[in-house]
């Protein structure tokens, strides 16, 4: 299976990248999510039979006085992944966090 990993330089990306063991992975450097063109330009080259997105803005801090670029990373780039994964029919896999949550509930979301 040709397994393309976003953001595989991460703590899950890392780990994802040692399961599927001939993965193609992109860091940052190499594919800034936030940027459409790029986006479709390298997923669709790649023609993936599945895309697992582990790039992510995770400084929850920082994501609070940054909430632009952390909108932009977490929220509006996964409308451009999603759209290249639509040109190669390829499934996307995206991880949330229990961060988006304001705890009311205590800690068990199913
Ligand atoms: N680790 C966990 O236990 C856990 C639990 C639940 C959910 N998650 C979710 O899993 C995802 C990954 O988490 P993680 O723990 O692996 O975080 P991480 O170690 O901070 O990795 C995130 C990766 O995304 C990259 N990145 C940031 N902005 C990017 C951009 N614009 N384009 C491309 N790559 C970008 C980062 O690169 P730089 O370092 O160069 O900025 C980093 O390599 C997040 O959505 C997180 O919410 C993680």
């Given at each position: 299976m040709n397994v393309l990993v976003l953001g595989s330089e991460g703590m899950l990306g890392t780990a994802?990248?040692?399961v599927f063991e001939n993965a193609v992975g992109y860091d940052k450097e190499e594919l800034d999510i936030t940027d459409r063109d790029m986006v479709l330009e390298r997923v669709i080259e790649?023609?993936?039979d599945l895309v697992i997105n582990a790039a992510g803005y995770?400084?929850?801090?920082?994501?609070?006085?940054?909430?632009?670029?952390?909108?932009?990373?977490?929220?509006?780039?996964?409308?451009?992944?999603s759209e290249a994964c639509a040109e190669v029919s390829a499934p996307l896999v995206h991880f949330s966090t229990d961060y988006v949550f304001d705890g009311k509930n205590g800690d068990g979301y199913s």
């Amino acid at each position: 299976m040709n397994v393309l990993v976003l953001g595989s330089e991460g703590m899950l990306g890392t780990a994802l990248m040692s399961v599927f063991e001939n993965a193609v992975g992109y860091d940052k450097e190499e594919l800034d999510i936030t940027d459409r063109d790029m986006v479709l330009e390298r997923v669709i080259e790649r023609e993936p039979d599945l895309v697992i997105n582990a790039a992510g803005y995770t400084n929850v801090d920082s994501a609070e006085s940054n909430a632009e670029l952390a909108n932009m990373v977490n929220g509006e780039a996964l409308y451009f992944i999603s759209e290249a994964c639509a040109e190669v029919s390829a499934p996307l896999v995206h991880f949330s966090t229990d961060y988006v949550f304001d705890g009311k509930n205590g800690d068990g979301y199913s």
